[in-house]
């Protein structure tokens, strides 16, 4: 029997760093890292040299100092006594509000447009592309502030609400009325909605001096167990129809989980709304809306909408019509075709396009500074920069919260999204 003698190794040489493509890709790298980090010192000096030049250093005690400026949306108690580091976390919390809802409209929207677009009837889908076209190829911007002039010019002001002793002795209505059952005042000053209080309320306590209400915590606590239990009754109900054919009727065992236990919690809590009430010359109680939360919020959901709708429709277009085909022949309505077989597939290819829009509309939010919404850039970029002169600390600052809200909802999507990738058996 031959045997094939091994082959010596060759001893290492330095030249072999360059030469060999076993250790070459090694040398690019670790050259590229020094070089890249040179940089980084290089420019973190030079900063440092130029600041000292001006009598600066980089120093973030500005936001322990008092901040002095009133914020009108909040959702944590301030007030211009508070320091700038809170500030910036109210408008943190301005930020994320306008960027969680936004998503969430922004996906209805788009879902919907994208579908209907697609739709048989002729006046639907051109009413759609006219949507989709307008508001992609017209800048955001625009949209805000056309929103913001809509909402501050046209709607009427507080004293027309006003129903003086003559008007009710002639019987005449005022010029203007609250909506939804008497319940909301739209004025040219704001939205006024009802504030919702509880008689007997779990009390609350404070983190690093932000309010943490038990009340609210122990409704999403049950809203969560909730959601889960009705999960578990659906998993069940699937599983039943996989062994048996018969899918157990669950929609109104659903309906209890869903909706009965909060409803008792709200009730055991005394839960009642305050409504705004016309008294001098504005209306008192309720929650007031400010129009530029509302014009910001309504301009980036329609805009953001209007390029999640030509994702959509490009996912539904990328799934063969023999999934149709297939689902017609199995008696399936088109709705039912398009909700079960059709939006399940494209969601593969929806998604990724979906993250970026996300990412978009979170960074668009900082747009809302030109309607005075003080978000996190309106805050700690606009007021607090000028007051202290803390440029850098504060571009660093904004740049450092935007990169971890872009890779958390980033991240979020992306488990998702590899939830929804085909499993292979």
Partial sequence: MAHVASVPKEPFRLSMLVYDTRYRSYTIQIVVLVLFLAFLAWLLNNTIVNLAAKDKDINFSFLFQRAGYDIDQQLIPYTNDSTHGRALFVGLLNTLLVAFIGCILATVIGVMAGVLRLSHNWVVSRLMTVYVETFRNIPLLLWIILAFVVFSETAPAPRDFRVTEEM?????????????????????????????????????????????????????????????????????????????????????????????????LLYALGFHLEYPELKGFNFQGGINVAHSFTALLIAISLYTGAFIAEAVRAGILAISKGQSEAAYALGLRPGRTMRLVILPQALRVIVPPLISQYLNLTKNTTLGMAISYLDLKGTLGGITLNQTGRELECMLLMMLIYLVLSLIISSGMNVFNTAMKLKER
């Fill in 168 to 264: 009710a002795a002639a019987g005449e209505a005022p010029a203007a009325s609250k909506i939804l059952f008497d319940s909301v005042a739209f004025t040219n000053r704001g939205t006024s909605i009802p504030r919702p209080y509880l008689d007997h309320p779990l009390g609350s306590f404070s983190i690093l001096d932000v309010p943490i209400n038990l009340s609210v915590v122990a409704a999403l606590a049950l809203i969560a167990l909730c959601v889960w239990i009705n999960g578990r009754l659906i998993a069940n109900a699937k599983s039943v129809q996989e062994a048996t054919g018969e899918r157990p009727v669950t929609w109104w065992k659903s309906l209890i989980i869903l909706f009965a236990p909060i409803i008792a």
